[in-house]
T-cell receptor
Framework: AQKVTQAQTEISVVEKEDVTLDCVYE???????LFWYKQPPSGELVFLIR??????QNEISGRYSWNFQKSTSSFNFTITASQVVDSAVYFC??????????FGSGTQLTVLP | DAGVIQSPRHEVTEMGQEVTLRCKPI?????LFWYRQTMMRGLELLIY????????DSGMPEDRFSAKMPNASFSTLKIQPSEPRDSAVYFC?????????????FGPGTRLTVL
């Protein structure tokens, strides 16, 4: 069985603050993939990033960065200099041998002007 | 390029009625997924197809739910008879292949309300 835990239900920050969204996962698979999706108020799910279990190199893309640590089974997501448009629900997801994408419960991020 | 297309975007129906949700995956994608999102249960996989063949339908809640994929460019999710607890947002997603590393691209969803 696989499981994704996003302990932060809601986070509220003021514009330009940095914010980190936590994700902890459980899986028995040795090969697996981790994903982050964003769901803005309009409702669609937008793919942000994918990481495989063999690639622990952290990545920065503009204001977004990801910290994958296999030793702690964590795949955290940081937004630098947050903006109001970043307000959304962010989902962490895991896909292993079972092929199904298991989502966490999501973190509602609100960026206040 | 068009993304995943779902119709209708909103559906309001009465308990006991049949509901059919439709999905057109991204052209060239071989895998298609149906998810349901509710406040209580979050995002759940209902069923997925690979090359038009259902691979895993263990998430389909009960016999009232059925899904078909008659060809590579069309899928339906049918609920008959519908019940108020079926109210949710239903997402369709597609990916290039069924491989675990392929990201899934989601449609805009169908918001279903069963009165």
């Amino acid at each position: 069985a696989q499981k994704v835990t996003q302990a932060q239900t809601e986070i509220s920050v003021v514009e330009k603050e940095d914010v980190t969204l936590d994700c902890v996962y459980e899986t028995r698979d040795t090969t697996y993939y981790l994903f982050w999706y964003k769901q803005p108020p309009s409702g669609e799910l937008v793919f942000l990033i994918r990481r495989n279990s063999f690639d622990e190199q952290n990545e920065i893309s503009g204001r977004y960065s990801w910290n994958f640590q296999k030793s702690t089974s964590s795949f955290n997501f940081t937004i630098t200099a947050s903006q109001v448009v970043d307000s959304a629900v962010y989902f962490c997801a895991l896909r292993g041998s079972a092929r199904q994408l298991t989502f966490g419960s999501g973190t509602q991020l609100t960026v206040l002007p | 390029d068009a993304g995943v297309i779902q119709s209708p975007r909103h559906e309001v129906t009465e308990m006991g009625q049949e509901v059919t949700l439709r999905c057109k995956p991204i052209s060239g994608h071989n895998s298609l997924f149906w998810y349901r999102q509710t406040m209580m249960r979050g995002l759940e996989l209902l069923i997925y197809f690979n090359n038009n063949v259902p691979i895993d339908d263990s998430g389909m809640p009960e016999d009232r739910f059925s899904a078909k994929m008659p060809n590579a460019s069309f899928s339906t999710l049918k609920i008959q008879p519908s019940e108020p607890r079926d109210s949710a947002v239903y997402f369709c997603a597609s990916s290039l292949t069924g491989g675990a590393g392929n990201e899934q691209f989601f449609g805009p969803g169908t918001r279903l309300t069963v009165l």
